[in-house]
Nanobody, 128 residues
Framework: QVQLVESGGGLVQAGGSLRLSCAASGGTFSRYAMGWFRQAPGKEREFVAGISWIGGTTDYADSVKGRFTISRNNAKNTAYLQMNSLKPEDTAVYYC?????????????????????WGQGTQVTVSS
C-alpha cells in the first residue's frame, strides 16, 4: 500500500518562501507521476504542479508559474514543492498525490481524479 506524507507547511508572511516535502513509501516511487494540489476553505481542490516519472517533465498552474518549483528525488522517495514569493491567496491545505498509470510516464495530470494515492495534507498560511 502506497503512503504519502507531506511536511513543511506553516505560517509565513507574504513574499516569503516554504518548501513542502512528500515522502512516499510502500511502492516504486520512481514509477509514479507526482502532483501537488491545494484546497482553500470553501473552494474546490485545484491543481498546483505536476512532474512525470520519466524525464521529470513539469507542469504548473498559471497562478503559481514562475514562483513555485516541483521536483523529485527518486533516491529519497520524495517529491518537493518549493514555493517562493508567497501571496495570501496561496493559503490552503496542500496535498501531494501519486499515479502509476503509464499515460503519465512522460507527463502528469491536472485532474485530481487521475491520481490513485493521496497524502493527508499540510496547511500553508500566508499572512499579508
Amino acid at each position: 500500500q502506497v503512503q504519502l506524507v507531506e511536511s513543511g507547511g506553516g505560517l509565513v508572511q507574504a513574499g516569503g518562501s516554504l518548501r513542502l516535502s512528500c515522502a512516499a513509501s510502500g511502492g516504486t516511487f520512481s514509477r509514479y507521476a507526482m502532483g501537488w494540489f491545494r484546497q482553500a476553505p470553501g473552494k474546490e481542490r485545484e491543481f498546483v504542479a505536476g512532474i512525470s516519472w520519466i524525464g521529470g517533465t513539469t507542469d504548473y498552474a498559471d497562478s503559481v508559474k514562475g514562483r513555485f518549483t516541483i521536483s523529485r528525488n527518486n533516491a529519497k522517495n520524495t517529491a518537493y514543492l518549493q514555493m517562493n514569493s508567497l501571496k495570501p491567496e496561496d493559503t490552503a491545505v496542500y496535498y501531494c498525490a501519486a499515479v502509476t498509470d503509464s499515460r503519465f510516464r512522460y507527463g502528469s495530470s491536472r485532474d485530481a481524479y487521475d491520481y490513485e494515492h493521496w497524502g493527508q495534507g499540510t496547511q500553508v498560511t500566508v499572512s499579508s
